[in-house]
T-cell receptor, first 116, second 112 residues
């Protein structure tokens, strides 16, 4: 149980285009979903927290107009990178929290975004 | 505010030897503590977690960690390293029902 999927696993897009990444909780309802960014050989940095039906809460320094997060249902959250540039290339990981306890958070397999 | 410091960005051990990955935390409230493992180009897998029950926590794949409040430490150990243990390991802390803050990670290399 407690499986989180991401789609796509890898995506290459041209500079200036937008790309959408999906995060789904497959066998549980996620009250909260999180989006992280991981640069090569570095740690995960929390980008934003989203609750179903509410606007996402972005961490300091994260451009909310560039990284659009939608949490339309209890099993689906999407991250859209708008007008992508090469510096947006990174590994994006989502996680989903089943209840209110922080240790009930499960991570997806990640999406490798490359902007050319 | 919470933070974790992982000592050593790279650790090498011989196959069959003891694995010790060090983590010290800082938290203004009693913390939850975690160890995650990440294989190349994959997401995170939870190895074990401390949630204020037993101070010695056993996890998957033979790993365990001990919460030592006096030392603000949560070191990860495994008695005998296996080649399949080669990966990136992240220590993390949370102030309960809040965000998870990750350390910078330690890459574990297993020498044949």
């Amino acid at each position: 149980g407690a499986v989180v999927s991401q789609h796509p696993s890898r995506v290459i897009c041209k500079s200036g285009t937008s790309v959408k990444i999906e995060c789904r909780s497959l066998d549980f309802q996620a009250t909260t979903m999180f989006w992280y960014r991981q640069f090569p050989k570095q740690s995960l940095m929390l980008m934003a927290t989203s609750n179903e039906g509410s606007k996402a809460t972005y961490e300091q320094g994260v451009e909310k107009d560039k990284f659009l997060i939608n949490h339309a249902s209890l099993t689906l959250s999407t991250l859209t990178v708008t007008s992508a540039h090469p510096e947006d290339s990174s590994f994006y990981i989502c996680s989903a929290r089943e209840g209110v306890k922080v240790y009930e958070q499960y991570f997806g397999p990640g999406t490798r975004l490359t902007v050319t | 505010a919470q933070s974790v410091t992982q000592l050593g960005s790279h650790v090498s051990v011989s196959e069959g030897a003891l694995v010790l990955l060090r983590c010290n935390y800082s938290s203004s409230v009693p913390p939850y503590l975690f160890w995650y493992v990440q294989y190349p180009n994959q997401g995170l897998q939870l190895l074990l977690k401390y949630t204020s029950a037993a101070t010695l926590v056993k996890g998957i794949n033979g790993f365990e960690a001990e919460f030592k409040k006096s030392e603000t430490s949560f070191h990860l150990t495994k008695p005998s390293a296996h080649m399949s243990d080669a990966a990136e390991y992240f220590c993390a802390v949370s102030a309960r029902d809040d965000k998870i803050i990750f350390g910078k990670g330690t890459r574990l290399h297993i020498l044949p």
